[in-house]
């Protein structure tokens, strides 16, 4: 189902009230909901390339002056490249909360908890299935550090990832505990976290014919795994904020280490 939801909450998966069964003995029901956002957006480029609307365009043609960059400093973006990353986020976001509906269906609502999955710290099975699959959770780059920029130039960086992607090493070094998401201490006290760029072609990758015929036949899952570019990665700090040695001091970039804003229930992404 798709509904419009609120800001950040891409996806939610919830539990029927009565616990009822699902298809295969001993299992139940749950809810996928997901945010027509980023639908929105898919539909948004195809009228783009039919030639009907250029809605799509409006946001990457502002973006840039709303964050108070030169004119002559300001770049194109390419549209079909964010087009993929809105596609990919999709994806993920299904994936995710698919991950939720699988726990669901075999352990009750009422039951509780979700499990800990290898040696993560929260028990958030969504993030835990990327981890293990992808080797990261993807999060938009957002720039945040500019006053002109209310809650929702916010969102639509969110929604519209015109600065790429990056993923950290550890998902859930700081994630909050709540009521359904409860924290181990980490077996490693170090805290330091890295977070490293998703390069653009392992996203294209991911949707061509190559990977899934070829590299995943000679390598494995690993050839979907996201791939750890060392000479970009950068430290986390306990702020959340990460900071690049090649990017000016002022540039902050939040990598939102929990987009869901995960409250009681349901879980959301
Ligand atoms: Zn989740």
């Given at each position: 189902m798709l509904h419009k939801m609120?800001?950040?909450?891409y996806g939610c998966t919830s539990g029927h009230k009565k616990d009822e069964i699902a298809s295969a003995p001993s299992t139940r029901q749950s809810r996928i909901r997901l945010s027509s956002s980023r639908l929105d957006l898919l539909h948004a480029y195809n009228r783009l390339m039919l030639g009907t609307s250029n809605d799509y365009e409006v946001f990457f043609g502002n973006i840039m002056k709303k964050l108070g960059v030169a004119e002559d400093r300001q770049i194109d973006f390419d549209l079909e490249s964010a087009n993929f990353r809105v596609m990919f986020l999709l994806a993920r976001t299904m994936f995710h909360e698919f991950a939720h509906a699988f726990c669901m269906a075999y352990v009750?609502?009422?039951?509780g908890i979700e499990p800990w999955i290898?040696?993560?710290?929260?028990?958030e099975i969504g993030y835990a299935l990327e981890k293990y699959v992808l080797g990261g959770c993807p999060t938009p780059n957002v720039v945040?550090?500019?006053?002109?920029?209310n809650n929702e130039d916010h969102a639509q960086q969110k929604d519209h990832a015109p600065f790429g992607l990056s993923f950290a090493e550890?998902?859930?070094?700081?994630r909050p505990e709540s009521k359904l998401e409860l924290r181990k201490s980490p077996?490693?006290?170090?805290l330091t976290n890295v977070v490293y760029p998703l390069p653009q072609r392992h996203i294209h990758e991911l949707f061509g014919n190559e990977l899934w015929t070829q590299k995943v036949d000679r390598f494995?899952?690993?050839?979907v795994k996201h791939p750890k570019l060392q000479r970009w990665k950068v430290l986390q700090d306990f702020q959340k904020h990460w900071i690049a040695t090649a990017v000016p001091r002022n540039l902050l970039i939040d990598t939102d280490a929990n987009p869901g804003g995960h409250g009681s229930a349901p879980r959301s992404s």
């Amino acid at each position: 189902m798709l509904h419009k939801m609120r800001a950040h909450i891409y996806g939610c998966t919830s539990g029927h009230k009565k616990d009822e069964i699902a298809s295969a003995p001993s299992t139940r029901q749950s809810r996928i909901r997901l945010s027509s956002s980023r639908l929105d957006l898919l539909h948004a480029y195809n009228r783009l390339m039919l030639g009907t609307s250029n809605d799509y365009e409006v946001f990457f043609g502002n973006i840039m002056k709303k964050l108070g960059v030169a004119e002559d400093r300001q770049i194109d973006f390419d549209l079909e490249s964010a087009n993929f990353r809105v596609m990919f986020l999709l994806a993920r976001t299904m994936f995710h909360e698919f991950a939720h509906a699988f726990c669901m269906a075999y352990v009750s609502s009422s039951d509780g908890i979700e499990p800990w999955i290898a040696d993560n710290i929260s028990n958030e099975i969504g993030y835990a299935l990327e981890k293990y699959v992808l080797g990261g959770c993807p999060t938009p780059n957002v720039v945040i550090d500019h006053s002109s920029m209310n809650n929702e130039d916010h969102a639509q960086q969110k929604d519209h990832a015109p600065f790429g992607l990056s993923f950290a090493e550890n998902w859930d070094l700081w994630r909050p505990e709540s009521k359904l998401e409860l924290r181990k201490s980490p077996i490693n006290q170090d805290l330091t976290n890295v977070v490293y760029p998703l390069p653009q072609r392992h996203i294209h990758e991911l949707f061509g014919n190559e990977l899934w015929t070829q590299k995943v036949d000679r390598f494995g899952s690993s050839a979907v795994k996201h791939p750890k570019l060392q000479r970009w990665k950068v430290l986390q700090d306990f702020q959340k904020h990460w900071i690049a040695t090649a990017v000016p001091r002022n540039l902050l970039i939040d990598t939102d280490a929990n987009p869901g804003g995960h409250g009681s229930a349901p879980r959301s992404s």
